[in-house]
Structure formats: C-alpha cells, structure tokens
C-alpha cells in the first residue's frame, strides 16, 4: 500500500467501507454497517440499509459506561433485517445506553438477524 496523506487515507477507508455495505455476504455488509455506526460514530440516519437500501437504519448500542464496550443491535425498520454484534467499543459519538440499568435500554423490534 502507497503512503497517503493522513485526510485522504481516512476518505478512502471511509469509502471503502461504505463500498463494502454493498458488497460481500449479507454478514459482512452489516458488520461492516454496524462498525460505523458504533465505531466511527456515524449516525444511522446516515446509514442506508445493506438489504433493502432504505434509509432507515436504527441502532441500539448498550454496555458499560466507562469502558464503553458492549453489544450493538442494529437494524433496518423498512426490511426488518439486522444484526446482533457483542464486544463492541462505541466510539465517543456513539450513544451508549448503560446495561447497568435495563430500563434505559430501549426495545428493539423483532427483526431477522443475519449470521455469518
Ligand atoms: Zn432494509
């Protein structure tokens, strides 16, 4: 790999990562959807969905406070599709509901979850 700029090399792994959402098993497109959302702290709103290509793909990302690692449900309302990904570190723009306290963490509807 070429050495890039530091603001370009980050473009381009951002859009080799939105290229990814359209390609590969239906796995690896939302993993990849769910680390940008959770890691790299894009919003979902931002996100289109790896399935249907809606709009309308909402996350709920729960885990500890402090280390802010925990597990992330992701999903799309319009397909009812998504993924279930535990271990995750959520990136300071991500919000992060604390597990200690189960009433805080909303509901996700019953979606069908992918699977590698
Ligand atoms: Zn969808």
């Known amino acids: 790999m070429k050495k890039k700029a530091k603001t370009k090399a980050k473009a381009e792994a951002e859009a080799e990562a939105e290229a990814e ?13 769910a680390g940008r959302i959770v890691s790299a702290g894009i919003r979902p709103e931002e996100a ?12 709920v990302v729960a885990g500890d406070t402090v280390t802010r690692v925990g597990y992330a449900r992701c999903w799309c309302a319009t397909c009812l599709h ?6 995750v570190r959520a990136a300071e723009g991500c919000p992060l509901h604390s597990w200690a306290d189960p009433d805080a963490v909303p509901d996700t509807p019953l979606f069908h979850e992918v699977h590698p």
């Open 48 to 59: 289109s969905c790896p399935r249907c290509g809606s709009r309308t793909v909402q996350c």
């Open 21 to 33: 959402t359209r390609t590969g098993s239906a796995f690896s497109r939302w993993s990849v959807l």
């Open 82 to 87: 998504g993924i279930h990904v535990s271990r």
